[in-house]
């Protein structure tokens, strides 16, 4: 099944803070997040593996909970060119547990910042 | 140079006919895959190639084809186009073991009419 993502879409503006979460109901090996630009292909940000492992770099951050099957990200201090939609794709790891095995993709945040 | 090509990357084809769309890569990953995107659907996984010719069905394959004789190329092939098989294609490559994720193509956009 698809993960869930939540909101579905937000808007901002410039400065502000949004965190966008991802929901499974099968247990993961890990959780991707990808950003897609209008007419452009989805860009890879960050992988989580299971752990609980935190990760980011400038304002975008990520965290997974494996527990819960939850992941989170965290977008601060937004700026325009953060404008778009946000995918996590999601891998049970497969029989060799490959972290980049067969990934399902939840539907889509689609985050808008103002100026 | 992109890592990563599609093609073509528009066509529209009439309901009936067999279409190939061809995903071609420079980075001898092993990984290819074939995904369909759909508003209100996001990415849905079609296919999949984890060697030369070893391939399998994801979520969304009714109606679909794949083969790989070669590392580099991975072909979709719609047997008998359909309305419903109008979308935005995209092939994507990956590694196991890599923290690098997916690298997507540019997409192809295919309407069928």
């Known amino acids: 099944q698809q993960p869930v993502q939540s909101p579905q879409a937000v808007i901002l503006r410039e400065g502000e803070d949004a965190v966008i979460n991802c929901s499974s109901s099968k247990a993961l090996y890990s959780v991707h997040w990808y950003r897609q630009k209008h007419g452009e292909a989805p860009v890879f940000l960050m992988i989580?593996?299971?752990?609980?492992e935190q990760k980011g770099h400038d304002k975008i951050s990520a965290s997974f909970n494996e527990k819960k099957q939850q992941s989170s990200l965290y977008l601060t201090a937004s700026q325009l060119s953060y404008s778009g939609t946000y995918f996590c794709?999601?891998?049970?790891?497969?029989?060799?547990?490959?972290?980049?095995?067969?990934?399902?993709f939840g539907k889509g945040t689609l985050l808008t910042v103002n100026p | 140079d992109a890592g990563i090509t599609q093609s073509p990357r528009h066509k529209v084809t009439e309901t009936g006919t067999p279409v190939t769309l061809r995903c071609h890569q420079t980075?001898?990953?092993?990984?290819m895959y074939w995904y369909r995107q759909d508003p209100g659907h996001g990415l849905r996984l079609i296919h999949y190639?984890?060697?030369?010719?070893?391939?399998d069905k994801g979520e969304v394959s009714d109606g679909y084809s794949v083969s790989r004789s070669k590392t580099e190329d991975f072909l979709l092939t719609l047997e008998s186009a359909t309305s419903s098989q109008t979308s935005v294609y995209f092939c994507?490559?990956?590694?196991?073991?890599?923290?690098?994720?997916?690298?997507f193509g540019s997409g192809t956009r295919l309407t069928v009419v």
């Open positions: 794709g999601t891998s049970d790891g497969g029989n060799s547990g490959g972290s980049n095995y067969k990934l399902t």
């Open positions: 989580l593996l299971k752990g609980g």
């Open positions: 994507a490559i990956s590694e196991l073991g890599n923290d690098y994720g997916y690298t």
């Open positions: 190639s984890y060697g030369v010719k070893d391939t």
């Open positions: 980075e001898n990953h092993r990984y």
